[in-house]
């Protein structure tokens, strides 16, 4: 193993480590909470495992804007909520009609359907609650992180992305259609998770907010794309979820409408899009840079 990639196992083996110890810290206890049985789903969705790219890209971006590793925990934690949600509610028989999330069962199995609706309204509001109260910020970062969380997850982000997923069902979509679907339902959210970290380090930078946008806009898309693939190539072991479940539900995918290597070149070039829009800022910039090859070198 190189060095760099040594240096990327670690920081986000790091990153791993904080967030996890991070939601045992802020998400309810079962023990003192108003209804155990809510605070009991909402820590099997929150804390089943996952990659936690996006919570990664928070504290990446942290360290990139001048903060440090503690500044980035609350908005981590925030972010992850929003995302926790987003997949027990995903995952309902309204919707997708999962019944495994990351090898276990889905929360509405677990549990019950409507433990798992209350558990996702729950997480979302959290979130929000969490960033209007925790943490050492200012009044300004703290309006900026609830403005950027907001506008990605509500209906001009990832909500409005789930809606249009929903009434493709059956449809096929052209290219330009399923990334406009894509960066709302998954881009806004990744890139929001950037802004995130770079409004929790509270040292303002325009030039530097904008290189993060144009780096979460490209990665977002090349996210979405890796998942597509993968959905066709792996099997449900490696998934941690069911494989095919895209051909199941009749939606249009990347691989369906390009092909797969098409699929793969567009996501290479994606990434080294991404890459670009950091390159001013040296090593500094690199667990994002390598943040980047991994959501398009992933197996899972």
Not at 116 to 128: H, V
Not at 262 to 280: E, I, P, T
């Amino acid at each position: 193993m190189t060095p760099d990639l040594n240096r990327f196992d670690t920081f986000a083996e790091d990153s791993r480590s904080r967030l996890e110890g991070a939601l045992r810290r802020l998400l309810p206890d079962p023990a003192t909470s108003a209804s155990p049985r809510l605070a009991e789903a909402m820590r099997y969705a929150a804390l089943a495992g996952g990659k936690r790219i996006r919570p990664m890209l928070v504290y990446a971006a942290c360290r990139l804007a001048g903060g440090d590793a503690d500044r980035a925990d609350v908005a981590a934690v925030a972010v992850e909520s929003i995302h926790a949600y987003s997949l027990v509610h995903d995952d309902l028989p309204a919707m997708d009609d999962d019944d495994l999330r990351r090898g276990q069962p889905t929360c509405h199995r677990a549990f019950d359907e409507a433990t798992a609706i209350l558990a996702g309204d729950t997480l979302l509001t959290l979130a929000f609650e969490l960033l209007s109260s925790a943490g050492d910020y200012s009044d300004t970062a703290r309006v900026a992180m609830a403005r950027v969380l907001c506008r990605a997850a509500g209906g001009a982000g990832m909500a409005a992305g789930q809606m249009l997923d929903m009434a493709a069902h059956g449809r096929l979509q052209d290219v330009a259609a399923l990334e406009r679907m894509h960066y709302l339902k998954t881009g806004r959210l990744i890139t929001a998770s950037l802004l995130l970290g770079y409004h929790a380090a509270d040292r303002p930078d325009a030039a530097l907010e904008a290189a993060l946008i144009a780096f979460g806009d490209a990665i977002g898309l090349a996210f979405q794309i890796q998942d597509d693939i993968l959905d066709v190539t792996a099997d449900t072991d490696q998934l941690g979820k069911p494989s095919k479940s895209d051909e199941k539900h009749g939606k249009s995918t990347f691989p369906a409408l390009l092909g797969l290597d098409a699929s793969r070149q567009r996501a290479q070039s994606l990434c080294d899009q991404a890459r670009a829009a950091l390159a001013g800022y040296g090593e500094d910039a690199l667990p994002l840079q390598q943040l980047a090859d991994y959501i398009v070198q992933r197996t899972h």
